[in-house]
């Protein structure tokens, strides 16, 4: 049995490079009307993909513009129609909101096989094969239980979901295997709640025992209780990234490629720090930071993910090109809709 090779993930956009992009996309929006975002979307992630990569190859995004763009006409004027017609009637309203209800499930069928079929790597396509069966029961029926449980089955909910995207999808004809149970993101979702609860539950203390001492004339009492309180605040803002980082650990370290597995290492405290940062640094500079706080986030992201190649991943790359090519590819479903921003 060969031994594991592990071969880390890596970024090299520069914020630099992405705010020319960046700004260009906002302007030529703006003067199109909304138009030009389907272009803007595609060089957007175009310049995502190719500058992220395993070992001595890069990923790339082919998507064609006028596909997304006619999905996205296609959401507004959905959107649209709700609005105006909840306006007009509630009765109508709910009669269109259930429509949206029934074919969401098939749209975002449509849009995980876009995204799939326009990106590759190595020269070699993505894949999503699923059913509509499949489709309606993840994002229609167990939304819809989740309610109706009062959310007690978000996380049997979230599971799936990501069982669905993840078991569904395929590198040309070899696919994904998503291996984590419900259990975990019941535990997962656990303690996030119970850190909330925790954190809630200090900061009213604290507050509560500092306006008690100011009523005691304690001068210094408040501005000590405030301070306090800023620090809960923060606290109370690591709870976010504790439950983004764990789940990507969750997720990617259950999930496996042929022989092959991943390994995500994303750590709260570091997750914190890139997005506390990047937020402050936004605010101080009236937006035009954007671009660089995303190149960061992106390379933070990715030099937390490894690939623990199980054999020769050139050699898994060759035989799986072989595959397709004997099999042939699946070109018509690359003009599916895509509804996602």
């Known amino acids: 049995m060969e ?14 490079e992405y705010f020319r992009i960046w700004i260009v996309n906002i302007v030529l929006t703006v003067l199109t009307l909304g138009i030009y975002s389907a272009w803007a979307k595609v060089r957007r992630l175009q310049y995502f993909y190719r500058n992220s990569w395993v070992q001595s190859a890069n990923f790339d995004y082919h998507a064609n513009p006028l596909a997304i763009l006619k999905g996205r006409v296609f959401a507004v004027v959905l959107f649209m129609a709700y609005n105006f017609s909840i306006k007009f009637s509630p009765l109508l309203g709910a009669a269109i909101g259930i429509l949206i209800a029934l074919v969401m499930p098939l749209l975002l069928l ?13 020269g070699l396509r993505f894949g999503f094969i699923s059913t509509k069966r499949r489709a309606y029961k993840t994002f ?38 998503f291996s984590a149970g419900a259990g975990a993101f019941y535990k997962l979702y656990g303690i996030t709640f119970l850190l909330y609860l925790i954190a809630i539950a200090v ?12 009523s005691l004339n304690n001068a210094h009492a408040l501005a000590i209780s405030a301070f306090v309180a800023v620090l809960i605040v923060l606290s109370l803002l690591t709870i976010g990234p504790y439950f983004v980082s764990r789940l990507q650990n969750l997720v990617w370290n259950h999930t496996s490629l042929g022989g092959h597995r991943f390994e995500s290492t994303l750590t709260a405290r570091g997750l914190f720090w890139v997005q506390f940062t990047n937020f402050i640094a936004i605010i101080c500079t009236l937006g035009l930071y954007k671009p660089f706080a995303d190149i960061r986030l992106v390379r933070y992201r990715l030099q937390h993910m490894t690939m623990l190649a199980g054999g ?29 921003l």
Do not use: W
Request: with cysteine; proline share 4%; hydrophobic share 40%.
């Open 3 to 16: 031994s594991q090779q592990r071969l880390p993930f890596g970024f090299t956009g520069y914020g630099g």
């Open 110 to 122: 449509k849009s995980f096989r876009f995204r799939a079929l326009n990106s590759s790597y190595c």
């Open 140 to 177: 229609l029926l167990l939304p819809v239980l989740t309610g109706l449980t009062l959310y007690l089955l978000a996380p049997f909910t979230h599971q799936r979901i990501k069982f669905f995207q993840h078991n569904n999808s395929r590198y040309g004809q070899t696919p994904f295997q």
């Open 203 to 214: 900061s009213g203390l604290i507050v509560g025992a500092g306006f008690k001492m100011a």
């Open 312 to 340: 020769d991943l050139q050699t898994f790359v060759a035989d799986v090109h072989q595959q397709v090519n004997a099999t042939g590819e699946e070109t018509a479903e690359i003009f599916d809709l895509d509804i996602a």
